[in-house]
């Protein structure tokens, strides 16, 4: 069973920073793709970002430039640097791990809540 534990979010004011943080373990087949998703009150779970094996990544295009996803494949560890958080950031935000046979695997989630 794999399990995907998150840790970092928190309160911060408009402009402030944040780190998030999510190791996998137990998973049996290969894991090529982790990511970020969020999900604020009353909306849909949307993808923050992701990052491949590759390398390659891709971003929400609100969070470009001020959002920077980063992979540890040896530790199946995925960070989130946030910069110049936004109000519109505040949400709860879900560690994602998808394997070979793109089988989705989700944390728990993390709030963040950004104060203006």
């Known amino acids: 069973q794999v399990q995907l534990v998150e840790s970092g979010g928190g309160l911060v004011q408009a402009g402030g920073s944040l780190r998030l943080s999510c190791a996998a373990s137990?998973?049996?087949?290969?894991?090529?793709?982790m990511g970020w998703y969020r999900q604020a009150p009353r909306k849909q779970r949307e993808l923050v970002a992701a990052v491949s094996n590759s390398g390659s990544t891709n971003y929400k295009d609100s969070v470009k430039g001020r959002f920077t996803i980063s992979r540890d494949s040896d530790k199946n560890t995925v960070y989130l640097q946030m910069t110049s958080l936004e109000p519109e950031d505040t949400a709860i935000y879900y560690c994602?791990?998808?394997?070979?046979?793109?089988?989705?695997?989700w944390g728990k989630g993390t709030q963040v809540t950004v104060s203006s």
């Open positions: 137990g998973s049996i087949f290969p894991i090529n793709r």
């Open positions: 994602n791990a998808r394997d070979v046979r793109s089988i989705d695997y």
